[in-house]
């Protein structure tokens, strides 16, 4: 009988160990950003934010060891995913990328991200910062918005809208020419305050003394003194962000597994916080209802080529920010092979378009140049931040 209780002890060892070091993601689906009627304002924002949620909380695991270093401010941290864990949240880099490019690499029924290049090459192809989820969580459902994906860009002149009475130079390209912490001062922490009381879920709060963009997910909570003045250390927002992952995750446990976060689902700063860091809140013009939402589109210039010359010189557009664009070639056996693969990135050549010319593809140049592609019929797909996958064109040689 001792014996008995020792090898169920140390079977019960065993699986107690096995359950702290071994994890295994729930996997995410592809995710449906799209609408069955036509959205209000608050469905908007509420898309929006659920966009954000997906970026930051989807699971995923590695089979091999992802370490390297960002580009930017933190680019003296090593950022280290290990195999055996669970992260949550897209990877934190430098590649300005959206949830969209990152299910190219991700298998929806192990939770595995599957990357075949280098850690160097991945950090600018997957992964977002601070603005970069924001801003690809807005673009799900805003066609408004205009520039890079930075904190600093988020300027009236690039389609932002302010959020409150604060006023400043509407045609700064950005807030470097006008930073935060002077328009905070040229109107005064009582305007700024104000502003912060009428913030609403998917605005945002942005920063130039902490390079940072944070998405607003809950009305304020608004504290009052006897004087009725806002009482600023009891008055918060709460908000989601993408902040410091990486070299820093957030480990939360959850159901006796632990998770490494690259950014927090909920998080709330007192007023006064966001006024001593330069907070100052906007907002898209479609979530005020300035601007009607815009469904989806991809078209191409050329939809009833006949060469191969007009394929290659077909130029796609979109209305809302370009994700993926890939070229399949079906053969005359009827296997369909995948030719090319574009993939928009803040930090690539291309940046975050919504037009892209086939000319650009070199993989796709090559491929019809060494083929004889009688017979055999090119599929054009086109992924936008939407996450809506669109066959504008098929054509058959």
């Known amino acids: 009988m001792r014996r008995f209780f020792c090898v169920l002890t140390i079977l019960c060892l065993m699986l107690s160990l096995a359950g702290c070091t071994y994890r295994v993601p729930q996997p995410m689906t592809y995710p449906d950003y799209t609408f069955v009627s036509e959205p209000d304002a608050t469905q908007l924002r509420t898309m929006a934010v659920k966009a954000m949620r997906d970026i930051l909380s989807i699971q995923w695991s590695t089979e091999k060891e992802i370490r390297y270093r960002k580009n930017g401010p933190v680019n003296k941290k090593e950022f280290v995913h290990e195999p055996g864990k669970t992260y949550a949240g897209l990877l934190y880099s430098s590649a300005s990328s959206g949830l969209v490019q990152f299910f190219e690499y991700y298998n929806t029924s192990t939770g595995c991200l599957e990357y075949p290049g280098t850690a160097d090459e991945l950090k600018l192809e997957l992964g977002t910062s601070c603005a970069d989820a924001l801003l690809w969580s807005w673009s799900t459902v805003c066609t408004s918005i205009k520039g890079g994906f930075y904190p600093v860009m988020m300027v009236p002149s690039n389609g932002y809208r302010i959020v409150g009475d604060y006023t400043y130079r509407q045609n700064i390209f950005s807030y470097n020419e006008m930073p935060s912490y002077a328009i905070i001062n040229n109107n005064g922490e009582a305007v700024i305050l104000d502003a912060y009381t009428k913030t609403l879920p998917a605005d945002a709060l942005v920063s130039t003394t902490d390079n940072h963009a944070m998405m607003v997910i809950k009305e304020p909570t608004v504290i009052y003194t006897a ?123 291309h940046g975050v378009p919504k037009t892209y010319n086939l000319s650009e593809m070199k993989a796709l140049d090559r491929y019809l140049a060494n083929n004889d592609m009688t017979g055999c019929t090119l599929r054009l797909e086109v992924a936008v931040a939407t996450a809506e996958r669109f066959t504008p064109i098929e054509i058959k040689f």
């Open 227 to 349: 004087d009725g003045a806002i009482d600023t250390e009891n008055s918060f927002i709460t908000v989601q962000e993408q902040r410091a992952g990486g070299a820093t995750f957030y480990e939360i446990k959850e159901g006796g597994k632990t998770y490494y976060y690259s950014g927090y689902l909920e998080e709330s700063y007192s007023f006064k916080t966001l006024l001593e860091k330069n907070y100052i809140p906007v907002t898209a013009a479609e979530f005020l209802g300035e601007k009607p939402y815009e469904k989806a589109s991809v078209t191409v210039s050329n939809p009833n080529c006949t060469t191969i010359d007009d394929f290659k010189n077909i130029k796609i557009e979109s209305n809302y920010p370009l994700a993926v664009v890939k070229v399949f070639c079906k053969d005359l056996e009827g296997t369909e092979t995948l030719v090319e693969r574009t993939m928009f990135s803040g930090s690539s050549s």
